[in-house]
């Protein structure tokens, strides 16, 4: 009977085991292995260069650039998301009018929720398309063209947005664009989750805290803020991951994938610049295998940083 | 009522009176009213008057209103109708942060990520009070109710028991107006509940605080209560001493709520100065209103207003037990009795407040009675014995108005 049990496990696992080893496994292994070739992607020779290619890489200035624009949105992005979505989260579940007895969120907060959830049923494409129409620089722009129709703007002098280098803070204006729409986009999502999760906290509890004195915002800072802490962690992870892709927005959006002029380059668009505009293949998987170690330190970091502790209520 | 009961921890014991509160506040609810989105009207009209330090218990069958009566008084639920008083504000519509009460719920509600110290520390940490003093009460309080050691541990760290003396000790540390209290005993076992039921009516004798206490549990209510307050249907039904509660229940359903086991009821008439039912005259008590009556009635006699059958005169009524219950000192004994069962909303309501398996100990047409007996009586199952009726311990109850008739 185990035998047979065995056998008949195996038989299940056995091909998504071989696709999983075919179709994934190797082509990691793949990509390693090309990092210390200076293979140009066309050719049967792949020149062994050992770690040429990554000694190249910290010298590039190109990638040092998209390194520190991957940083900034590895920071901007779950900071500001996280801190909006828990803010809505909190105005959708506990913000209700202070004048009245009890805890409910502001009035017709469930069609607010959808409302915010709504981005995250658009695929990137569409998300893309809105966003290039509402950053038009002419005045067919619907940002654009509502503000000269103001008169706020000049016609001669049009927001540029995503084609707009200038720094801001020191970052280039066009980051701040695409994290503008990195958090329309991401938002609504992670409000849900912590909402779902501030309800999953008895109501008792926040009514305890309002009996003690509390504020709603001392209650939320003193008392929710820390049973979500396993959640906004889990965000924290998730919203990591896609700052540091943040391929997509890079492409869809920016002037010639990554500018203007390079300002908006980023990992991802030179791992793609160098492998297939460059053909530079090897270099390329150097890249994306540097990349691959800086998240998987990130998330050891992360792992090492949370401490898990069950909450019994 | 407030005597010691066995099983006190004997820390709450040894703490000298703490601070007494002769300027303790009173609670007045006047025509206070709930009516629900979707129009259930969970509380009618309620006037209730809760003197500076008195153990009030609200207690009824669940669904009668008397957990959201407290919300009320808390500030958790908007009042429909109605004023609440405390002391002389009207605080009726003031926010629950306002109104200086403390609530122990009856999951606790602790804040899970806090420690002991800083759960008890936070109401008084929220009103701004200085880290000294703040320290010094916490200290003081833990050690009222031992929570000493446990001061650094979090709240999953803890037993059932030593959670509800924290969350007992977060009401206590601010010194509120008022204590309220959602059932906080239920979540123990028996035996710890009755420990602790001991443990709050010392509290409440030391403190002096005010306490509104909401349970199911009639039980509870009686032992703890200086007032008992009976809801049913979000209508107050009497408010009174718990002695004077099983005394003189105002009316049928007050009757079958109060006292354990419930009071028996049986349909039987009344005329030439006697009730009569199961083929049993016993004469109506000296004074009685209903001596020159000729009428229907729904007749109560408690478990206890039996006794054997001896020369003291009182009619007998020979029954043979279906059932005996061994207490111990007292056994309870279920007869069947050969008169029509009494089957109002309002003995249903009471019975299905207790256990429905009381409800299915019910035959379908004849009365049941339960009676208690000495344990020393020699009672066995299906051996009829003869029971004597306390004709002083009769209730006479209107059949359609469930009524008290005195």
């Known amino acids: 009977m185990r035998h047979g049990r065995a056998r008949f496990i195996t038989g299940f696992l056995a091909l998504p085991v071989v696709l999983y080893l075919y179709y994934v496994v190797a ?38 650039k998209a390194f520190w624009h991957n940083v900034f949105f590895l920071v901007a992005v779950p900071v500001s998301t996280i801190a909006l979505a828990l803010f809505l989260a909190f105005l959708l579940n506990v913000g209700g009018q202070g004048n009245r007895a009890g805890i409910r969120g502001v009035r017709g907060s469930s069609v607010y929720k959808v409302i915010f959830f709504f981005p995250q049923l658009l695929s990137l494409v569409l998300v893309a398309i809105l966003w290039q129409a509402l950053y038009r ?31 801001f803070l020191g970052v280039p204006a066009v980051l701040w664009w695409l994290l503008l729409i990195a958090i329309w986009g991401g938002t609504g999502f992670y ?113 090492r940083v949370i401490r898990r502790d069950r909450i019994e209520f | 009522m407030n005597a010691p009961l066995p099983g006190t921890r004997p820390q709450a014991a040894n703490i000298p009176l703490q601070r007494a509160r002769p300027e303790a506040t009173g609670i007045r609810l006047e025509q206070v009213s709930k009516r629900f989105r979707g129009g259930v009207l969970a509380v009618d009209r309620v006037d209730l ?57 009856q999951s606790y509600a602790l804040y899970p990520r806090m420690t002991v110290r800083r759960n008890l520390g936070f109401g008084l940490r929220m009103r701004h009070t200085g880290r000294p003093e703040r320290n010094r009460r916490v200290a003081e309080v833990a050690e009222v109710l031992g929570l000493e050691h446990l001061l650094d541990r979090r709240p999953a760290a803890l037993s059932g028991g030593q959670r ?49 206490y909401v349970t199911h549990d009639q039980v509870e209510a009686m032992t703890l209560g200086q007032r008992v307050a009976v809801l049913r249907d979000g209508v107050l039904q009497q408010c009174d001493t718990p002695q004077h509660l099983f005394r003189h229940p105002v009316n049928l359903f007050v009757a079958a709520f109060i006292g354990s086991p419930s009071m028996n009821f049986v349909a039987a008439s009344v005329s030439g100065g006697a009730a009569h039912f199961a083929d049993l005259r016993v004469p109506l008590p000296a004074g009685s209103s209903l001596a020159t009556a000729d009428r229907q009635v729904i007749l109560g006699i408690r478990p206890t207003g039996f006794g054997v059958a001896e020369s003291n005169g009182w009619p007998t009524l020979r029954a043979v037990p279906d059932v005996v219950e061994e207490l111990g000192d007292e056994r309870n004994l279920i007869i069947d009795i050969n008169a029509p069962r009494v089957d109002t909303d309002a003995t249903r309501a009471a019975v299905a407040a207790r256990t429905a398996d009381d409800a299915l100990l019910l035959p379908e047409e004849k009365a049941r009675f339960t009676v208690r007996v000495p344990g020393d009586h020699p009672v066995s199952i299906g051996e009829p014995l003869d029971l004597a009726v306390n004709p002083e311990r009769l209730y006479f109850f209107d059949p359609e108005t469930g009524q008290t008739l005195r």
């Open chain 2, 49 to 105: 008057d809760v003197r500076p330090g008195e153990f009030v218990v609200l207690v009824g069958p669940s669904g009668c209103g008397k957990s959201t009566l407290l919300r009320m008084i808390a500030g958790l639920e908007a009042v429909s109708g109605g004023r609440i008083w405390l002391g002389d504000q009207d605080v009726t519509s003031r926010l629950p942060q306002e109104r200086d009460v403390a609530m122990v719920f």
């Open chain 1, 137 to 167: 620089g002419d005045d067919q722009g619907l940002i654009n063209g509502l503000l000269m129709k103001l008169h706020v703007i000049s016609r001669d002098e049009p927001l540029k947005f995503v084609s707009d280098p200038t720094p």
């Open chain 2, 164 to 212: 509800q003396r924290v969350a007992m000790g977060r009401a206590i540390v601010r010194e509120p107006k008022a204590f309220l209290m959602d059932e906080p005993l239920s979540n123990l076992d028996a035996k710890l509940r009755v420990s602790m039921r001991a443990q709050l009516s010392r509290l409440h004798q030391r403190l002096g605080t005010t306490t509104v």
């Open chain 1, 27 to 64: 082509p990691f292994g793949q990509s390693v292995y090309f990092s210390f070739t200076s293979w140009r992607g066309f050719s049967d020779e792949k020149p062994f260069v050992g770690l040429d290619n990554y000694v190249r890489l910290f010298r590039d200035e190109l990638v040092r």
């Open chain 1, 191 to 303: 409000m849900v989750l912590f909402s779902a999760a501030m309800q999953s906290i008895p109501r008792d509890i926040y009514e305890a805290a309002l009996l003690d004195g509390a504020s709603r915002v001392a209650s939320f800072v003193r008392v929710t803020l820390p049973l979500l802490r396993d959640t906004v962690s889990v965000a924290w992870v998730y919203l990591g991951f896609i700052a540091l892709d943040f391929y997509a927005l890079v492409f869809v959006m920016t002037p010639s994938q990554g500018g203007p002029n390079h300002a908006s380059e980023i990992f991802a668009s030179q791992i793609n610049f160098n492998a297939f505009n460059s053909g530079r293949y090897g270099y390329a998987c150097a890249l994306a295998v540097a990349l691959t170690i800086f998240a998987l330190l990130l998330a050891a970091l992360q792992l």
